[in-house]
């Protein structure tokens, strides 16, 4: 028979004590490490990759997006200031000129308080003199802890110029920082991607033949195994199909999956983003739309011995891929990304995720690009995992259950970091 909570170590909780359930909780997910699973963050060994400090911050592309909508300063006379100057621009419009609650700005002020910096003083340049006074290395260990993140998963891009060569000169790896092996050019841009690919040795042509096929999932081994990636990638636009005649499918079909499969990783997909709406805006410049969730269906159902992590853009896809996980054991979903990642949004999408899953999801990642935007965006959601998750104790509670605090740090470590270790492993 089961023991019952009040064996378990440390306190249990009954109908009547909803409060201190709350208090529990709270704490138990403040103080569960995670592993954050999508960030574009670099170990340190990747020099001027790796982004923090507070000029990054305020030139973060969310932000970028923000201060061009409260200026009309044209396009291009932004970008041919320097970051310190765009990031000054950035903090008179949208910090000092107007009020900065757009989770965006909220962040910017979340990360500085995190770090005991003063934001009632608004001094730029004070907040500049901290930030250089910071060593890399050492900083990622302070944000780190201050944000109890046990490590970071890359966004690793063999096909880029900055971090190829760190790659390929021998990087010894770093156990803050772990890589997931990301194919957007090569699933998104085929004709670019086939000739970059030759002249890297692979033996490939356009039109994909037998041996095209097993030059690139050659490619693909030689890097999942020099990076020793957890995933592979790939962002997708919303009008993602699968199966279909064309190149991206072939790729997918007959290079990426067979390779995810022999080596066990997961393919992950993030469905949902138009790129460049806007160029002028750059990194800025993307949207989103709806995407069919069919793909991910006939993905799942027709390579069962494949495993899918998803996640979906666009807020209007969220239930029907609630719907699909609940179909298919080898479809995991995670975060809350980009435009969802808004309080109201992640507070919405935990919940449906708690209702239709239970505790089987990852309800978030930071997509964090500069280091110290993990004390935000992790700050901000936890919170929101603390009161979905405290909500759905209480209602257990009103049918009788008794939920002992080792329940709630058994359930919260699967949330921030069991679940894709499990996944990944499996
Ligand atoms: O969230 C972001 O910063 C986006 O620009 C993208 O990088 C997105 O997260 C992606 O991974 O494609
Ligand atoms: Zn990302």
Redesign the pocket.
């Known amino acids: 028979m089961a023991k019952p909570p009040e064996s378990a170590r440390g306190a249990a909780y009954r109908a009547g004590q909803e409060s201190a359930l709350r208090d529990a909780v709270a704490q138990v997910v403040a103080h569960t490490p995670v592993t954050d699973l ?1 960030t ?1 963050l670099f170990a340190p060994a990747f020099g001027e990759l790796l982004l923090w400090g507070v000029d990054e911050l305020l030139t973060y ?2 932000l970028t997006a923000e201060v061009l909508r409260a200026t009309s300063m044209p396009y291009d006379a932004f970008w041919r200031m320097s970051k310190r100057e765009q990031a000054d621009l950035t903090w008179r419009e949208l910090f000092i000129e107007r009020s900065p609650y757009s989770e965006a700005c909220r962040g910017v002020l979340t990360a500085l308080h995190a770090m005991g910096l003063d934001t009632a003083t608004r001094n730029l340049d004070d907040y500049r003199a901290y930030f250089a006074a910071q060593k890399p290395s050492e900083y990622v260990d302070k944000v780190f802890k201050a944000a109890n993140l046990e490590c970071a998963v890359m ?1 690793n891009d063999p096909f880029d110029a900055g971090e190829r060569p760190v790659w390929e000169s021998g990087y010894a790896g770093d156990p803050r920082f772990h890589a997931a092996l ?1 194919i ?1 050019p090569l699933l998104n841009d085929w004709a670019n991607a086939c000739p970059k690919l030759k002249a890297s040795g692979y033996d490939v042509e356009l039109g994909l033949g037998a041996k095209a096929r097993a030059e690139v999932r050659r490619f693909l081994t030689d890097w999942l195994t020099r990076m020793k990636a957890l995933y592979m ?1 790939v ?1 997708l636009p919303p009008d993602f199909a699968f199966p279909e005649e064309s190149a991206r499918a072939t790729l997918i079909a007959e290079c990426v999956l067979p390779v995810a499969r022999e080596h066990g990783a997961p393919f992950a997909m ?1 469905i949902g ?1 138009t790129r460049q709406i806007n160029p002028a805006l750059k ?1 800025a410049g ?1 949207g989103v739309g709806y995407s069919s969730v069919r793909p991910v269906h006939h993905l799942c159902a027709a390579y069962p011995d494949n495993k899918f992590m998803v996640t979906m853009l666009s807020r209007e896809n969220q239930h029907e891929l609630c719907v699909a996980a609940r179909k298919f054991r080898n479809l995991f979903l995670f975060g809350c ?2 435009f969802l990642n808004n309080p109201s949004l992640i507070e919405e999408m935990t919940r449906m995720r708690f209702e239709l899953l239970g505790p089987s999801v990852v309800p978030q990642h930071s ?1 964090a ?1 500069v280091l110290d935007q993990v004390l935000y965006k992790w700050e901000h959601s936890r919170k929101i995992i603390t009161k979905v998750l405290a909500e759905k104790y209480a209602d257990l509670l009103a049918a009788g259950w008794v939920i002992a605090e080792s329940e709630i740090e058994r359930d919260a470590q699967k949330l921030l970091s069991g679940n894709f270790w499990d996944f990944v492993k499996a």
């Open positions: 999508h574009h592309h969310y966004t990301r957007d990638a962002s993030m983003v990194l993307d990304w980009w997509d690009r």
